[in-house]
């Protein structure tokens, strides 16, 4: 009986020990260093902890309880070291995206929720203080507005977004942040490129694709956009540049075409659309006949 418990817990020692060596989390560095760039409020934590009882509890726990629910990897007691050890960004990344039994929440809440949980979570770390991004700004000052601007080189093999911060009537390119770009599609956008980060002149250089289909002349609609939303809100334009191969589509206003209505169905499709209806219910037909002249036979 003994010796049978000893087993046991070995066994799970072994378990656990196979399955704890975890790999480290990756944290990209420029999102490990992201920080909150409003100070975390009283206001922030109260949020926070409501997100955090109908989001995180269940299997968290309650703060500094340790009665997390029991998986393996455990997730870990927020008052514990192995979380409070993260940097804001880190925490933010990971609650973001995920990994394993740990659920991505960036489709569940948005960027500021998962700043006002990280504030609630930071109420257990009494050494915590907390460090603000540095917004770039005019010489100290806010800038009034930020806008993006979209144009494409002559030779369209680049695509330049313009990132520039207004102050008054001053005008100043804003360096080293990150835009995204995007092919506006029917179903979605396409990334187009990578993210990249403007320059000294405020310029995000986007290599063009060639075989990117536009409409008939080849305009293209693209969405840039600023990656880091914390800084300066949703930054985004929308341009159409005629940077596409021209692509002859018929149009949904054409006569006849695949996705539109009813009454302008392409002819070969009604047709066999009708066809096998037919079919289907005349084999419907032919067997309902059998069973008559079965149950008449019966007679
Ligand atoms: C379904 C259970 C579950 C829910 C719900 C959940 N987590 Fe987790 N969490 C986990 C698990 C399991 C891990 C460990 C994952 C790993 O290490 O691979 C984890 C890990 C984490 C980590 C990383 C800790 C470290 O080791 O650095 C953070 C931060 C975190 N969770 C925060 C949250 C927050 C905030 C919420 C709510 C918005 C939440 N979790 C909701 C299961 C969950």
Known sequence: MILKSIFFVLLNFIVAGLFAQTTPWDVPADRSAKLSTTAFTDQNRNTG????????????????????????????????????????GSLHFKISEGRGAMPSFKNILNSAEIWNIIAFLRTFNKDYQQQLAVKPTFGGEVFDKVE?????????????????????????????LEVKLFAVRYFGNLMVDKPMDTNAEGKALFSCPKNLPGDASGNVSLVAQLSNEELFGLVKTESTLAIGLPTDRPPLNEPRALWNVVQKTPV?????????VLVVWGFIVVVLLKLRTI?????
């Open 49 to 88: 902890r409501n997100l955090y009882q109908a989001n995180c509890k269940s299997c968290h726990g309650d703060p500094g309880k340790n009665n997390v629910i029991k998986l393996v990897p455990p997730p870990p007691d927020p008052a514990a070291t192995q979380l409070q050890q993260n940097t804001d």
């Open 295 to 299: 149950s008449k036979l019966g007679e």
């Open 148 to 176: 993006l601007k979209l144009t494409a080189d002559q030779t369209h093999t680049t695509i330049v977004a313009q990132l520039t911060g207004f102050k008054g009537s001053l005008v100043k390119p804003i360096a080293g």
């Open 268 to 276: 070969w499709l009604l047709i066999s659309y009708l066809a096998s």
